[in-house]
């Protein structure tokens, strides 16, 4: 396994308090008892009785999800965002992509309506984000059917939210994923879901179920929550948005003749019907999209984006087994069983250039994320007195009895330690194998009771010559990862706060980072608020901003908006030539190299002719001169060679004949 080293260059922390506007929610400055490496805290603004999740960017605009609405920001100026509005919307978990005015926010938990003054389906937990583990259990227990799917907001005025429309999705939207479609005058959400506990039907027109029919279903029948939604949304009419089909993706879990011997279902948890995706990432310049579904990772072709298709189905070793319950055991206080476990497919993310897709793997930790201490046996597990690490499925909170843990004594897990919670980097034309892997090196936090560190939503940096990602960790903070080097990815950049943090606003369990992405010369780091067994706090970093110090980093380019899921245009270089070529004349041709209208600079373009044959580095302004004297009319050849996340580009220029 490749791992990350930890690059001590701590610097300076600075911690400064976002404005707000009047009426706005409470702000709380985060003291700088925190570390780092190669990296500056700019911004910070906690919350409080919420869960954040993730966030999208329109121009100046930031607008980020949590479980009960979205917070929207001016992020004009970086490094002093200002809160724009606090709009309650509720429904976790509230993931969200933006389209212009219009905000598409993710409902995963039953209400009893689309709109935004909606509650939870139960009758024991108010709509409040849970604050014990007594409440967490009644919420299990007693959530019902009710609408689940995508509210659309807009915030054409930024600082007065307003809801749109609500559209309704079997199982509803654990996340969607933003796919233009504008010779049509729609945009498509791609709606990721699964069945979890399976409610059956809404009462909205909507259903989710473990299974649909006869368990195993008859040849040819389509067993559990298969499939994606998609909802298509009118531009000139957001609210008659609408589910407009229902992909079956054929997902097929851990490899079929070890389900058969072993009497597993290929499905999630070894739990038959448990079926669907967690997130999903498109490329748009190749029209292809990768999909984390539970027990595998799929790549799609979305050639018709209202009707993709699969490809080829990823195959990660580490994951799959686990996913699916194969050779996974667990332990409780009375019993020895397959299964359950929370090893999951999670997010993905593809490289600028095409090449690569970054998946995430949602195990529930590994050993670089400890407790303080390891049990050498599975007596302790579910009872009182477990070791806080006693395995990577399910950590035992001290007081429960149902949690279970791994069998296998110290590190002899099922999963090898090194396999859990970590990112993943396939190359999109061999999905067999991923060709590397990346988690923190060194520990970083001592973990809590039944917590554990995981790779969430992160992404590429759109820099040329370099492969680097953000990375979002539960409670292990945020990071930079450097791709170039399979064998040796390395840590370049990272964030968290340190365990002897004092008072609630800095408390160490808020590096419980949710997401964390690159937008214009910024990482914005969004922050979960977990709330797991009997360790429920009540407060969560929030948001914040940090600029990395990285010479590699310093070209990356701007983006005019960013959905993080969705990337619309490749890194591609284009040439233009300015200049009056003439055979027998001696001239000067002056080009210029580009990236997303931006120079690109330091990059070798090549001109080839008949009896010419040149070479220069474009200068700051992404600009070389050749001077040339053609022989003959041939055209001139103009090159530059793809690079580490960008694709490569040509041009040419016509000579004009020789004076007479």
């Given at each position: 396994m490749r791992r990350l080293l930890r690059l001590a260059f701590p610097l300076g922390i600075v911690a400064i308090m976002l404005a707000a506007p009047t009426g706005a929610g409470a702000q709380v400055t985060v003291t700088p008892d925190s570390s780092g490496a190669n990296i500056t805290l700019n911004a910070s603004s906690a919350t409080t009785g919420r869960q954040n999740t993730d966030m999208a960017f329109w121009g100046d605009t930031l607008v980020q999800g949590d479980t009960r609405g979205i917070r929207v920001f001016d992020i004009s100026d970086p490094v002093a965002p200002v809160q724009l509005s606090d709009f309650a919307c509720n429904g976790a978990y509230g993931d969200v992509s933006i389209w212009g005015n219009l905000v598409f926010r993710s409902v995963d938990r039953p209400q009893d309506s689309a709109g935004c003054g909606s509650v939870d389906t139960t009758t024991t937990v108010t709509p409040a984000v849970l604050t014990s583990a007594a409440a967490a259990t009644a919420q299990a227990t007693s959530q019902a059917p009710g609408w689940e799917g995508i509210q659309i907001i807009s915030i054409a005025d930024p600082a007065n939210p307003q809801f749109v429309?609500?559209?309704?999705?079997?199982?509803?939207?654990?996340?969607?994923?933003?796919?233009?479609?504008?010779?049509?005058?729609?945009?498509?959400?791609?709606?990721?879901?699964?069945?979890?506990?399976?409610?059956?039907?809404?009462?909205?027109?909507?259903?989710?179920?473990?299974?649909?029919?006869?368990?195993?279903?008859?040849?040819?029948?389509?067993?559990?929550?298969?499939?994606?939604?998609?909802?298509?949304?009118?531009l000139a009419n957001p609210a008659a948005?609408?589910?407009?089909?229902?992909?079956?993706?054929?997902?097929?879990?851990?490899?079929?003749?070890?389900?058969?011997?072993?009497?597993?279902?290929?499905?999630?948890?070894?739990?038959?019907?448990?079926?669907?995706?967690?997130?999903?990432?498109?490329y748009m310049p190749a029209k292809k999209a990768a999909a984390a579904c539970v027990t595998e990772g799929l790549l799609l072709d979305i050639s018709n984006p209202a009707a993709p298709t699969v490809e080829e189905h990823f195959v990660n070793s580490s994951i799959d087994r686990c996913s699916t319950g194969v050779f996974h055991?667990?332990?409780?206080?009375?019993?020895?069983?397959?299964?359950?476990?929370?090893?999951?497919?999670?997010?993905?993310?593809?490289?600028?250039?095409?090449?690569?897709?970054?998946?995430?793997?949602?195990?529930?930790?590994?050993?670089?994320?400890?407790?303080?201490?390891?049990?050498?046996?599975p007596s302790t597990c579910g009872t009182t007195g477990g070791s806080l690490n006693v395995g990577a499925d399910r950590y035992y909170d001290g007081t429960s009895v149902t949690n279970e843990c791994d069998i296998?004594?110290?590190?002899?897990?099922?999963?090898?330690?090194?396999?859990r919670g970590a990112y993943w980097l396939f190359d999109v034309n061999h999905p067999d194998w991923p060709v590397s892997s990346a988690k923190p090196e060194t520990p970083r936090y001592i973990r809590q009771a039944n917590q554990g560190c995981s790779s969430r939503l992160g992404g590429f940096i759109p820099a040329v010559g370099t492969y680097q990602t953000t990375g979002a960790w539960g409670l292990m903070g945020m990071d930079v990862i450097d791709w170039d080097n399979f064998f040796d990815t390395k840590e370049t950049a990272y964030y968290v706060v340190e365990t002897t943090g004092t008072g609630a606003e800095n408390a160490p369990e808020r590096s419980h980072?949710?997401?964390?992405?690159?937008?214009?010369?910024?990482?914005?780091?969004?922050?979960?608020?977990?709330?797991?067994?009997?360790?429920?706090?009540?407060?969560?970093?929030?948001?914040?901003?940090?600029?990395?110090?990285?010479?590699?980093?310093?070209?990356?380019?701007?983006?005019?908006?960013?959905?993080?899921?969705?990337?619309?245009?490749?890194l591609k270089c284009s040439i233009a030539a300015a200049g009056s070529p003439r055979v027998g004349v001696r001239s000067n041709l002056n080009v210029t190299v580009r990236v997303l209208g931006q120079a690109l600079a330091g990059h070798r373009v090549s001109l080839r002719s008949f009896g010419i044959s040149q070479a220069k580095v474009t200068n700051a302004a992404g600009k070389v001169k050749f001077t040339i004297k053609p022989k003959r009319r041939n055209a001139l050849r103009l090159s530059v060679a793809a690079d580490a996340n960008m694709l490569g580009c040509s041009a040419s220029k016509s000579v004009a004949r020789a004076r007479r």
């Open positions: 429309a609500g559209v309704a999705t079997d199982c509803g939207a654990h996340s969607n994923t933003l796919v233009p479609d504008l010779a049509h005058g729609r945009v498509l959400l791609y709606i990721s879901s699964f069945p979890n506990t399976g409610f059956g039907d809404s009462g909205f027109g909507t259903s989710c179920n473990l299974l649909d029919g006869a368990s195993p279903p008859p040849p040819g029948q389509v067993s559990g929550h298969d499939k994606i939604s998609i909802v298509s949304v009118p948005a609408s589910v407009i089909n229902e992909v079956t993706l054929g997902t097929k879990g851990f490899d079929s003749f070890f389900n058969w011997i072993l009497d597993y279902t290929g499905d999630f948890s070894n739990t038959p019907g448990y079926k669907g995706c967690h997130d999903i990432a498109v055991l667990t332990v409780s206080s009375s019993t020895t069983a397959a299964g359950p476990n929370n090893c999951m497919w999670s997010t993905a993310a593809f490289s600028y250039d095409g090449k690569y897709v970054m998946f995430g793997d949602l195990s529930s930790g590994f050993n670089r994320c400890r407790g303080t201490g390891e049990t050498t046996s296998g004594t110290s590190n002899a897990n099922p999963r090898d330690t090194y396999d980072a949710w997401s964390a992405y690159w937008y214009n010369g910024h990482i914005y780091v969004s922050y979960d608020m977990p709330s797991y067994g009997t360790w429920a706090p009540t407060g969560s970093r929030g948001l914040e901003v940090f600029t990395v110090t990285d010479p590699a980093l310093d070209g990356a380019f701007d983006l005019q908006r960013l959905n993080p899921q969705t990337i619309e245009s490749a």
